[in-house]
């Protein structure tokens, strides 16, 4: 099983750009579906954005569309969320989670039910 770091949070003005990276220990890193979810304060936790084990598909909630990035690494064991054009409301607790080989990663994407978390990294957008 992988064990996960985040990096990369922090403040940030509105429309400012931050980039989450999340490094996943182990050999098996390519097997896993991955994904970014937030948790802002007093609401439910939410997929942000998901991505395939190889790379060629990706999955973004509708609030960031067109703002957000998901990317992996395999020969790195990375996971990427570049995100620009940040607003206030994307202000949470950001998340890198791992799911196991068994289920697609769209089911993940739907879910939300990972199976290996890191232990989040805060962002904050300043309007």
């Known amino acids: 099983q992988v064990q996960l770091v985040e990096s990369g949070g922090g403040l940030v003005q509105a429309g400012g750009s931050l980039r989450l990276s999340c490094t996943a220990s182990?050999?098996?890193?390519?097997?896993?579906?991955m994904g970014w979810l937030r948790q802002a304060p007093g609401k439910e936790r939410e997929s942000v954005a998901a991505i395939s084990r190889s790379g060629g598909s990706t999955n973004y909630a509708d609030s960031v569309k067109g703002r957000f990035t998901i990317s992996r690494d395999n020969g790195k064991n990375t996971v990427i969320l570049q995100m620009n054009s940040l607003k206030s409301e994307d202000t949470a607790v950001y998340y890198c989670?791992?799911?196991?080989?068994?289920?697609?990663?769209?089911?993940?994407?739907?879910?939300?039910?990972?199976?290996?978390w890191g232990q989040g990294t805060q962002v904050t957008v300043s309007s």
């Open positions: 182990g050999s098996t890193f390519s097997t896993y579906a």
């Open positions: 989670a791992a799911g196991r080989p068994q289920f697609s990663f769209s089911y993940f994407a739907r879910k939300g039910e990972y199976d290996v």
